[in-house]
């Protein structure tokens, strides 16, 4: 449809030929599980005894009694407010109001007042992972809130985006493992100093929101490179920020609940508030390490979210710090881990090892719950997919360890492939060619293809490399993604569902007499779009809906309740141009026995 819509009406023809044509000819894949196995999985789904959730850290899921899942849910939520109606409408009136203020006086664009302005907005969902790599605390559970869509998530990516590059500057920051290896390798080791990892404990609800807040304000002040990023003023900025971050509530179990004196669990915006304010009390511990009598010596620390690592000549300076640090804020406490008696230290998912010659050796580490069960290479995924796993896994080997332990590793790695079916030889000869990138410095990534407009299609089997070749030929890049896995499909029942058409999208209604139906495309939620064709029936504002002058003229009476979402949807281009395509699907114009009265935007021709 960018073809179309960019006037190359000839090339988007050839396209569309060149696909229906493979569609046509190719035969449909077939089932890769047996009926046996497909008979399994659907009384597993089914069964309301059990339930099955996905781990916390690893690829492994685990099979729980209901009531086991549902009581170490409550346990990790404690103490929590039952509300008898869900906010989100007044909270997203309140967002409304001040956004249509600051937008009156031209602090956004238009594409970021879009973005931001949360028109038909739905609550946060919780739902639960569980911390397999946890025995000793009896596997609790971890909880994650969807935001997505919520009256605050465009408002809080936009907060985000003026508040990072400051945070960025901090020296403590770690970016990733990789990050943290490269600076530890220009270290000089003495042979009797420790290493020690901080942990905070239960970070994101322990955040103190009014201090966060004024910590992120004072960072501002400090660092006015954030007037690039926005036009807001500080005192603004400062008000969209305690809006954003007054309430904490989610559904769950089709019950809306609300957290206290606690910013938005999942929100991006706590995750940028949380690491000002880290940075914020270790800055002060710092130097109040340094202004001990004796000083600390704090040789280096660095903390990537809540887990820091930290160089000192001995333990009871370690522990004294840690003291330091677990008094600049009641709320925030640090747990401490020391380094074995072999002088190694588990931090992140690298094994940190005192050499005793003046540096640390680096290798892999793996957390209990970490299964090394690989996607299959008979499952339904792209070969390059499948090929991209493994050598991910070998890059990250040459990224992170040091040269005596990295052949360990990749022997390691093609074994484990090897018990998850795949050949030897493909694994090594994989292994050979990154070797040689590697010596040549060379990159994989084809700078000419990430220039071309991006096509992502669904995977399936002998269909999408002819379709890849179809959009190569009008010069396309294709990416393929891949279907849902088992744990995907085990664990879905578990999360929150919302009422029926409770998203953005292309939506059908039908009516009881013999025309074809009417194709609409929403930014709102499809539920309130029908609501709003309805009210218009209602009132006999036949100029502003299709079905409005429809019903002026038929008895029969349109089926509200069968209205349906045909494709969830928030792209507008996307919505139009589904829209289009649904029209001509359904015939739903007219001229043709149906209700709309245009055949939609940007589709300019039939095929």
């Not at 729980?64 to 906010?87: F, H, R």
């Not at 007044?90 to 594409?111: D, G, M, P, R, W």
């Not at 001995?314 to 804020?329: G, P, R, T, V, W």
């Not at 058409?501 to 939506?507: D, F, T």
Request: with cysteine; net charge positive.
């Amino acid at each position: 449809m960018k073809l179309e819509y960019n006037k190359d009406n000839i090339a988007a023809q050839n396209l569309r030929k060149d696909i229906l044509k493979t569609l046509k000819m190719c035969k449909p894949p077939k089932d890769n599980l047996s009926k046996s196995q497909r008979k399994a999985l659907n009384e597993i789904k089914e069964s309301n005894l059990i339930s099955i959730y996905p781990f916390d850290k690893g690829s492994g899921f685990v099979r729980i009694k209901k009531e086991d899942a549902v009581q170490k849910i409550k346990d990790q939520i404690g103490e929590i407010n039952t509300l008898a109606e869900d906010p989100t409408n007044s909270f997203a009136v309140k967002i409304k109001t001040t956004l249509s203020k600051l937008n009156k006086k031209n602090k956004f664009t238009k594409e970021e007042y879009e973005v931001i302005y949360p028109s038909d907005p739905i609550a946060p969902r919780m739902y639960s992972v569980i911390k397999a790599h946890k025995p000793e605390k009896n596997y609790p559970m971890r909880i994650i809130v969807s935001t997505v869509g919520t009256p605050v998530y465009g408002l809080s990516q936009y907060l985000v985006s003026i508040i990072q590059f400051s945070l960025n500057k901090c020296q403590i920051r770690l970016k990733n493992s990789v990050d943290f290896v490269e600076k530890a390798k220009q270290w000089t080791i003495s042979k009797n100093e420790i290493q020690v990892s901080y942990d905070v404990v239960n970070l994101y609800p322990s955040v103190p929101i009014k201090d966060a807040i004024n910590v992120v304000i004072n960072l501002l002040n400090n660092d006015q490179d954030y007037k690039k990023y926005t036009k807001l003023s500080i005192n603004e900025i400062k008000s969209l920020l305690e809006l954003c971050l007054s309430r904490c509530y989610f559904l769950w179990d089709d019950k809306i609940y609300e957290l206290e004196n606690a910013g938005p669990i999942g929100l991006s915006l706590m995750v940028v508030m949380a690491e000002a304010f880290l940075q914020y009390i270790e800055n002060k511990a710092i130097q109040e390490a340094l202004n001990e009598n004796p000083p600390i010596d704090l040789k280096s620390y660095h903390r990537y979210v809540d887990d820091s690592h930290a160089r000192f000549p001995n333990i009871d300076q370690a522990e004294k710090f840690k003291e330091i640090l677990n008094k600049q804020n009641k709320n925030i406490q640090y747990t401490i881990e020391h380094e074995n008696e072999s002088k190694t230290l588990n931090f992140l998912d690298v094994s940190i090892i005192n050499t005793l010659k003046g540096k640390y050796d680096f290798n892999i580490h793996r957390k209990q719950a970490i299964t090394n069960i690989q996607i299959k290479p008979t499952s339904s995924h792209n070969p390059k997919v499948l090929d991209g796993i493994f050598k991910g896994f070998i890059h990250r080997a040459f990224k992170l360890c040091s040269e005596n332990y990295i052949e360990k590793e990749i022997e390691f790695l093609i074994d484990t492939f090897i018990e998850n079916g795949y050949e030897k030889k493909k694994l090594i000869d994989i292994v050979k060619l990154m070797r040689q990138n590697r010596r040549n410095n060379i990159n994989d990534k084809n700078d000419n293809q990430q220039q071309k407009q991006t096509i992502t299609l669904p995977w399936i089997p002998r269909i999408s490399p002819k379709l890849k070749k179809n959009f190569k030929k009008a010069g396309y890049h294709v990416v393929f993604k891949s279907q849902h896995n088992l744990c995907n499909i085990l664990t879905s029942k578990n999360k929150c569902t919302l009422p029926i058409n409770s998203n953005p999208g292309v939506y059908k209604v039908t009516c009881s007499c013999d025309n074809k139906p009417y194709i609409g495309e929403t930014k709102i939620q499809v539920r309130n779009r029908v609501k709003q064709h309805m009210d218009q029936v209602e009132k006999g504002n036949y100029r502003n809906s299709a079905l409005a002058l429809h019903a002026k003229s038929c008895n029969k009476g349109i089926n509200w309740e069968k209205a349906e979402t045909i494709k969830t949807e928030r792209n507008k281009f996307q919505r139009k141009v589904r829209e289009a395509l649904e029209i001509q699907k359904n015939k739903a114009v007219a001229d043709e026995g149906g209700l709309n009265l245009d055949q939609g935007q940007y589709v300019t021709s039939k095929f």
